[in-house]
């Protein structure tokens, strides 16, 4: 069964700053994606960003982009120019695909960005 | 484009009862999910369904049940609520079409309290 583990349970950042949330999963699958999602207050879940893990180039999306390291099973999401609107839980998740196509969840980080 | 809805967003049951929390979508979506998600615990899926008629247990499946006469509807069903059953619960979509690359689309969530 594959695993994600997010060992960071909170971090802060200051406005306009950089942050690098990690992630790592464990799988013993070749062909898999890789998403994460934002969970603001609201309780919305929101997709930020996905990899797919036949893709050796890092998924970019404005000012969100990913570090995929296949090898050491590692997917860390950084977060440039941090604004305060992205305060919100992260989820790393993982999802193989074909059957199910169910997405296992990691923890979840709670990021705050501070004035 | 209504998505995935969700009823209600809150309910507060007793030790003992039943409910059943209901979902509907308008995409058209093929497989559906179940998840719930703990504090600290990320999301863990409960039931999903690949499409009308079809359901299969996930990973925490255990006080719950479900079905799937609709492609719409995905009804979720708590038959003797238990206080460990508190969380907060999240419906999802996707289609199969493009799958690899199609996000998953969650409902807004319904917190339930067991007391």
């Known amino acids: 069964a594959q695993t994600v583990t997010q060992s960071q349970p909170e971090m802060s950042v200051q406005e306009a700053e950089t942050v690098t949330l990690s992630c790592t999963y464990d799988?013993?699958?070749?062909?898999?994606?890789l998403f994460w999602y934002k969970q603001p207050p609201s309780r919305q879940m929101i997709l930020v960003i996905r990899?797919?893990?036949?893709?050796?180039q890092n998924a970019t999306e404005n000012r969100f982009s990913v570090n995929f390291q296949k090898a050491a099973k590692s997917f860390s999401l950084k977060i440039s120019d941090s604004q305060l609107g992205d305060t919100a839980m992260y989820f790393c998740?993982?999802?193989?695909?074909?059957?199910?196509?169910?997405?296992?969840f990691g923890k979840g980080m709670k990021l705050t960005v501070n004035p | 484009n209504a998505g995935v809805t969700q009823t209600p967003k809150f309910r507060i049951l007793k030790i003992g009862q039943s409910m059943t929390l209901q979902c509907t979508q308008d995409m058209n979506h093929n497989y559906m999910y179940w998840y719930r998600q703990d504090p600290g615990m990320g999301l863990k899926l409960i039931y999903y369904?690949?499409?009308?008629?079809?359901?299969d247990k996930g990973e925490v499946p255990n006080g719950y049940n479900v079905s799937r006469s609709t492609t719409e509807d995905f009804p979720l069903r708590l038959e003797l609520a238990a206080p460990s059953q508190t969380s907060v619960y999240f419906c999802a979509s996707r289609s199969p079409v493009i799958s690899y690359n199609s996000p998953l689309h969650f409902g807004n969530g319904t917190r339930l309290t067991v007391t």
């Open positions: 990899q797919e893990a036949y893709k050796q």
């Open positions: 369904s690949v499409g009308a008629g079809i359901t």
């Open positions: 799988t013993s699958e070749n062909n898999y994606y």
């Open positions: 998740a993982f999802m193989k695909p074909g059957g199910s196509e169910k997405l296992v």
